[in-house]
Nanobody, 126 residues
Framework: QVQLIESGGGLVQTGGSLRLSCAPS????????MAWFRQAPGKEREFVAT????????YYADSVKGRFTVFRDNAKNTGYLQMNSLKPEDTAVYYC???????????????????WGQGTQVTVSS
């Protein structure tokens, strides 16, 4: 069982930045592709970004492309989501997810990810 621990959420003004972190407890992160999803109040959880385990492939939702960057540091056993130019519509609980996919492989559908973090709140004030 892989437990993912997220950190870095908080309250920020429109146009500000936040960096979320995700680390597995007791596992080698380089074995897993990682994705970020988010869920706003009253809405379904949606895909945000993903990165393959070798960092060779990344993919973003259109709503965050050009503003968010997903990256990882396997030496530090940690994945990240850098969020810039934040908007009020980015307000949501953000979840990290992991899947033991092959190099270069990513998924945008949450059912491919068996491991999830507890979520971290991101609030963007207008």
């Amino acid at each position: 069982q892989v437990q993912l621990i997220e950190s870095g959420g908080g309250l920020v003004q429109t146009g500000g930045s936040l960096r979320l972190s995700c680390a597995p407890s007791g596992r080698t992160f380089s074995r897993y592709a990682m994705a970020w999803f988010r869920q706003a109040p009253g809405k379904e959880r949606e895909f945000v970004a993903t990165i393959s385990r070798d960092a060779g492939t990344t993919y973003y939702a259109d709503s965050v492309k050009g503003r968010f960057t997903v990256f990882r540091d396997n030496a530090k056993n940690t994945g990240y989501l850098q969020m810039n130019s934040l908007k009020p519509e980015d307000t949501a609980v953000y979840y990290c997810a992991a899947d033991a996919a092959a190099d270069g492989v990513v998924h945008t559908v949450e059912t491919y990810y068996p491991y999830w973090g507890q979520g971290t709140q991101v609030t963007v004030s207008s």
